[in-house]
T-cell receptor, first 115, second 110 residues
Framework: KAGVTQTPRYLIKTRGQQVTLSCSPI?????VSWYQQTPGQGLQFLFE???????NKGNFPGRFSGRQFSNSRSEMNVSTLELGDSALYLC??????????????FGPGTRLTVL | GEDVEQSLFLSVREGDSSVINCTYT??????LYWYKQEPGAGLQLLTY?????DMKQDQRLTVLLNKKDKHLSLRIADTQTGDSAIYFC??????????FGAGTRLTVKP
């Protein structure tokens, strides 16, 4: 079956702009999590969506937001971009069934460069 | 400090075994994972182990878990140049919160 897809793969924006990234999970997966990866900070958890609701949230400012649609596809939005937002943004999908921890499968990532 | 710790670099010769180590602090961890990231790519799930297991073997990969010491290792037998990548250790708990190590860069020399 098809894996997790993310679009676009690369983005270049300037400071102050906003950006929207998209993630399509594996068919049947209802949970989508977003991560930011930077050389200095490593992988950091942004938030998780399950059944169109934000279920978990990491320690990021309100400029970072997301949503999930009824087909489980998810978008992440970053407003008022800063240079420090340059990173690889990874999306991961899982079944998300409550009661146990299921395995996350990662997409290829969107590389965002802020100039 | 970080919840999940890994050494940053490992260099081995082609054909040797590689052992990547990881320590974690959360005793309530339920699953532990190893991911591989090749240059310019996202994360690829290599293998995972339940916290009530001691060992899991999958072809050239062997995962060992010492729950008492909170120590996880990944052994790659017969390491090939294509195994050169960054390997991330990760843990998760029942609330689906995942924590990653900083990654170990494995370099395989011919």
């Amino acid at each position: 079956k098809a894996g997790v897809t993310q679009t676009p793969r690369y983005l270049i924006k300037t400071r102050g702009q906003q950006v929207t990234l998209s993630c399509s999970p594996i068919s049947g997966h209802r949970s989508v999590s977003w991560y930011q990866q930077t050389p200095g900070q490593g992988l950091q958890f942004l938030f998780e969506y399950f059944s169109e609701t934000q279920r978990n949230k990491g320690n990021f400012p309100g400029r970072f937001s997301g949503r999930q649609f009824s087909n489980s596809r998810s978008e992440m939005n970053v407003s008022t971009l800063e240079l420090g937002d340059s990173a690889l943004y990874l999306c991961a999908s899982s079944r998300g069934t409550s009661g146990y921890t299921d395995t996350q499968y990662f997409g290829p990532g969107t590389r965002l460069t802020v100039l | 400090g970080e919840d999940v710790e890994q050494s940053l670099f490992l260099s081995v010769r082609e054909g040797d075994s590689s052992v990547i180590n990881c320590t974690y602090t959360d005793s309530s961890s339920t699953y532990l994972y190893w991911y591989k990231q090749e240059p310019g790519a996202g994360l690829q799930l290599l293998t995972y182990i339940f916290s009530n297991m001691d060992m899991k073997q999958d072809q050239r990969l062997t995962v060992l878990l010492n729950k008492k010491d909170k120590h996880l290792s990944l052994r790659i037998a017969d390491t090939q140049t294509g195994d050169s990548a960054i390997y991330f250790c990760a843990e998760s708990t029942d609330n689906n919160d995942m924590r990653f190590g900083a990654g170990t860069r494995l370099t395989v020399k011919p």
